[in-house]
């Protein structure tokens, strides 16, 4: 079956120049989005890296072969097979250059000469000597002679299955030296291309020299292993990009596994100084040093280079693909410096400053909120007209939904609101951070309290909101985070001045640094992988961008909600005048809010009653369009078209509407199509409001209440940082409270565990104390 497979795409050879082949010409299929040209040069940022065409692939050693370096990882390369012929099925121009054939070619002599030492020794020696067969040391040149036919006929087979046609190339350091060996060399890569067949290369490693150091003449790289070799292929056929995969997630700064040792995200030419190799992998002749020296001439030649590792099990299976959608995987090298500092400095940055916010006293914090607050008044009018600016591009774009710009606009209201907000706030700072939460005597003289501190760095990211970003900014200095702001590019006019303005407080007392906005190119999904820098993530905007986030966050907390499908119950024993108040309110206020209505739930008894008619003439001229729920359709001979979803979040001026009949019905509707946000009952029956209050297990639950009212400034929180509807930390709208988090701190005075064992002295008392410490002599004396 294999051979089957395997003649139905003949393989093409190439050996130092010469070509053979067996193939028919094959169309290129048509590419999937704008590709560029060959060539436009190296790439400025990540993001361009979607429109390379013509990619290099360059597997090491390590990638390629087994742990024991005898034979080949035949799971890693059938995932890299897979993504390259999915890029080259795109329309793009795939080459290979591929180590292994020496590993390959030692597990198949190995086998040869073990075999043929234990039939020699069994008809010479016996049985008994077999145990004493030792290995003879196996020459690389003869290992890449009896490997190389096996490696490929491996890539042809696994290329098969993607109807993909390979051809074999060949090449020394001596192919490059040779001008028409070269020209040979170029011209057949270019037809290869043409007919959509991908090229698979190698050194010759049968017959090439050992490398020879320094060699390297009037700017042209030796080809001494395959780095070298992949970076003179890239530049000699004008590649767009160079994906060099080894067993390392790219370049750091000193060598991986020291302490302090750092992931390099985009690396430019002049940083070369900054960093300290290590050695090289476990097997292949190249090092890091070897990779960032071909990766930086290939840089120079016109293409861009990205070093990532390829052995990784959970990310080998996408690497290929992920960096050239862009995302953040490996290091690139990049000859553009941005003006600005990285995400990862910005991080750092805040982190510093953020320590210093939490080490100030708490009337120090509150004076940099009200400084805020005044400047959200003294320059509205620079607001109103960065605002503006968004406002006008948002509308002439036209792609924003009716939601979406009234989220985006700014008001004289709204600044007013959020500065009366923000003072709120700033009178909480006051008893936030290191407040003494429980105070307990474990023995005389030993004294635990708990007391209260920051979470560390919170990653904000919100759409187009820019109210967000003022709040955001004083709750976080209100508990002494540092904070990290990622907002929609909708905004990016009023984000950048309303920055500005939370900088310009901050710089009362010096931590103008705690407080980033992250301008760059930076993906959501990439900023979720900042794992080891950033300690809370806080999504603020659509269920799409939550559940984007809670996908994407690897090993950071995500403090948010997905959806925002609250419910109004009106139950039998409503009074007209609170439901027709609280239903408009709930739906009509605000609908774009989380905490709107989207179902209403209604009593069967209130059906054909002029209760009823009032709340659907009410609906009506507000213009709410109404969706029947299955239950309530049944009712209808005509009437509103069904509910899409029961689960819809509309977010504008629609709800669903359905009939129940009972309590206990509309409670198990809501635990059923709810989103655990916020739900309220209308109703004059206290014993049925309590039922629903205490049966549901939302974040916010109300009685003759408005849905809106599930709001951080109207639960005189100040503001809020979002609305959480998880099961443990900060639930419903989370303010200050919800950004603290606790550490333990206990006084002795020389104890020890000993102390308190079967043969110690003394015996635990666990007195609790009052949370005002008594003055530091009195305590002593106690």
Sequence with gaps: ???????????????SGSLTRGHQEVSPPQTQGPLRAVHGGPFAHRGELRQAKRIVVKLGSAVVTRGDECGLALGRLASIVEQVAMLQNQGREMMIVTSGAVAFGKQRLRHEILLSQSVRQALHSGQNQLKDMSMPLLEARACAAAGQSGLMALYEAMFTQYST??????????????????RNLNS??????RMNIVPIINTNDAVVPPPEPNSDLQGVISIKDNDSLAARLAVEMRADLLIALSDVEGLYDSPPGTDDAKLIDIFYPGDQQ???????????IGGMEAK??????????GTSVVIANGTLPK????VITDIVEGKKVGTFFSEVKPAGPTV???????RNAGRTLASLQPHQRSEIICKLADLLMERREEIMAANKMDMDLAVSIGQLSPAMLERLTLSPAKLGSLALGLRQIAVAARDSVGRVLRRTRLASGLELEQVSVPIGVLLVIFEARPDCLPQVSALAIASGNALLLKGGKEAAHSNRLLHQLSQEALALHGVGEAVQLVSTREEVEDLCRLDRMVDLIVPRGSSQLVREIQRAARGIPVLGHSEGVCHVYVDAEASPEKVLKIVRDSKC??????????TLLIHRDILRTPLFDQIIDMLRTERVKIHAGPSFASYLTFGPSEAPSLRSEYGALECSLEVVDSLQEAVQHIQKYGSSHTDAIVTENEETAEKFLQQLDSACVFWNASTRFADGYRFGLGAEVGISTARIHARGPVGLEGLLTTKWVLRGGGHTAADFSESGSLTYLHETLPLTPPPAGQRDAN
């Design 344 to 350: 990862e400095q910005q991080t750092e940055g805040a």
């Design 315 to 318: 990310v080998t299976g996408h």
């Design 188 to 193: 057949t890569l270019q037809e290869l291309l």
């Design 292 to 301: 960032v020296k071909a990766a930086l001439w290939a840089l120079q030649g």
């Design 1 to 15: 079956m294999l051979l089957q497979r395997l003649s139905l795409c003949p393989r093409l050879r190439l050996v």
């Design 165 to 182: 046609c390979t051809a074999q190339i060949l090449v020394t350091n001596l192919d490059f030296h040779d001008d028409q060996k070269r």
């Design 589 to 598: 206020d605000y609908p774009a809010a989380c905490n709107a209505m989207e």
């Design 274 to 284: 900054s960093i300290t190799y290590g050695t090289k992998s476990r097997v292949g």
